[in-house]
């Protein structure tokens, strides 16, 4: 296995302006949080980039991500990425990526490893929604109608796309440079936050987790499918959590497929 060198960087709310209001600092302290919280795909973008210095095209070609966000971080927050190589027999590579804020408080955790062979694609994968999205409402519970897919939606992103998240996670890696470079991972599972959002109005949310299993590289211009089913809801500690099935088609094949889950219903 690779050498992974750890990595310090400030992290950056480049979310103020979302329809997600828990990146504001007002409505997040409603809840309870001392500030805007960064975005969770932000920080998974952080997460991603020593793997990608220590594995290159192949961490983003085929494998198996789990990121867990266990606590906020906020604007200007230096955060600490180290990572963990874990011994397998299974798997040609499996690490564990965590992010610290400057007290030593563990905010997230990424889990990723590459198996000899990938899980079956989930049969999901191939149910489809109508072309015309229904009107957003805003959401609730009983509006959340499980193995219902959402309309289709094709996504097309571009080199310019692909450069703005580049630039908000400073990151220099030459993968994801031109014309024909890779979409950067924190662009992949902002589409997931974006599929959901299509869906509903949520005027402050937070995601909470997501795994996602990599089948083929995705790259700028390309026509993705992006398919999208809610597949759980359910409640803990004053929260109502949803969990969406999202499969991302590419030139007739399945690309990527992703669990990501979200607490649509922030408690108090």
């Known amino acids: 296995m690779s050498v992974v060198s750890n990595m310090q960087i400030l992290a950056l709310n480049d979310a103020e302006s979302s329809e997600n209001r828990i990146h504001s600092d007002d409505i997040a302290a409603k809840y309870g949080f001392t500030g805007a919280l960064v975005s969770g795909v932000n920080v998974f973008g952080y997460l991603t980039q020593p793997m990608v210095e220590a594995y290159g095209e192949d961490w983003l070609t085929q494998g198996v991500m789990d990121v867990i966000f266990l606590k906020p971080a906020y604007q200007d927050d230096l955060l600490s990425i180290k990572t963990d190589t874990q011994n397998s027999e299974n798997h040609q590579r499996h690490h564990i990526t965590s992010a610290f804020n ?19 694609i989930n049969e999901l994968s191939s ?9 957003r409402e805003v959401i609730q519970w009983d509006l959340i109608h499980l193995q219902q897919p959402a309309a289709a939606h094709l996504w097309q992103p571009s080199k310019t ?28 599972l902002d589409s997931c936050n974006k599929a959901l959002m299509r869906m509903f109005i949520l005027p402050a949310w937070i995601h909470t987790r997501s795994r996602l299993t990599i089948r083929q590289p995705i790259k700028v211009g390309q ?5 999208a089913i809610p597949i759980e809801k359910w409640e803990r500690k004053g929260h109502q959590f949803i969990k969406l099935y999202i499969a991302m088609w590419v030139n007739g094949e399945v690309a990527l497929e992703v669990d990501h889950t979200a607490i649509f219903k922030i408690a108090g």
């Open 223 to 227: 026509e993705i499918d992006v398919r």
């Open 161 to 188: 796309d692909n450069e703005l998240r580049i630039g908000a996670q400073r990151d220099t890696s030459a993968i994801y440079s031109g014309e024909n470079g890779f979409i950067h991972p924190y662009y992949l």
């Open 127 to 135: 149910v489809s929604g109508g072309k015309n999205p229904e009107p």
């Open 102 to 120: 400057a007290q030593g408080v563990l905010l997230a955790k990424l889990e990723s490893w590459r198996p000899e062979s990938l899980p079956a």
